[in-house]
DNA sequence: CTAATATGCAACCATTAGGTTGCGTATTGT
DNA sequence: ACAATACGCAACCTAATGGTTGCATATTAG
């Protein structure tokens, strides 16, 4: 039935793509791509920032519904929530089709 | 030949991504779309915001390539650099996939 | 020519962001 | 039991953001 992919949020997708917007928040989400749910100490190795940091990047991707944490003994595993990606995917399609109608328009305008 | 669409520049889709993480450069977008190209007087027309914060939002959008705006007159035209908006979506494109692999590479190692 | 319109530029301001350090606490590993 | 590991919390700092106001300048309308 396809819930309702209606109007893809265009307000509300602001804090998806402010939470992408980050470089060191990208190479998060590249890193929990390719290595799966990791812990916060295994995020930071590799990394020049403190573990710290990482821990607040990792909250505003979890704000932004990018990403979600549970605890697992001492340490916490992060994980992808692809679905929010959608959310950012679907609106840059609905904008990229906005333009090319709004071209066609023009044309024709110019033509006729 | 499709020039080379390669590496779709990872750490390059960050400043693209920021310029679209707030609202009310969203709605400028937005506006642009609907619109087609239009002054800066007439995209503050209908914001609560100034005019010189219009301005600089659209200059932030420019500096990430997303916007283009030339001189006409006494006005400035602004239009959408829609293939911008193309290396975006090709990165959460790529993410989503990655993230699919890992998933089955997770599956696999579950299974076995 | 003169007034109105459309911008640009610069200074200034309050808030948020990205990072750090320090310290306390819960979970292991030996 | 003890040391090491993995975190959370809070204070603090600097630089960037999002906005504003004031003023100067170029175009266009009457």
Redesign the pocket.
Do not use: F, N, P, W
């Given at each position: 039935m396809k819930p309702d992919r209606a109007p893809a949020g265009l307000e509300a997708s602001a804090p998806i793509f402010?939470a992408l917007?980050?470089?060191?928040?990208l190479e998060l989400v590249a890193r929990l791509c390719r290595g799966g749910p990791q812990?916060?100490?295994?995020?930071?190795r590799g990394t020049?920032?403190?573990?710290?940091?990482i821990?607040?990047?990792l909250r505003?991707l979890a704000d932004a519904g990018l990403v979600r944490?549970r605890?697992l003994?001492?340490?916490?595993?992060w994980e992808l929530e692809p679905e929010r990606l959608d959310v950012a995917h679907r609106y840059l399609d609905l904008i990229s089709k906005r333009w090319d109608a709004a071209l066609s328009r023009l044309q024709d305008l110019v033509e006729e």
């Open positions: 402010a917007g980050d470089a060191t928040r812990s916060i100490a295994r995020l930071t020049s920032i403190t573990r710290q940091a821990t607040k990047h505003v944490g605890r003994g001492r340490e916490s595993r």
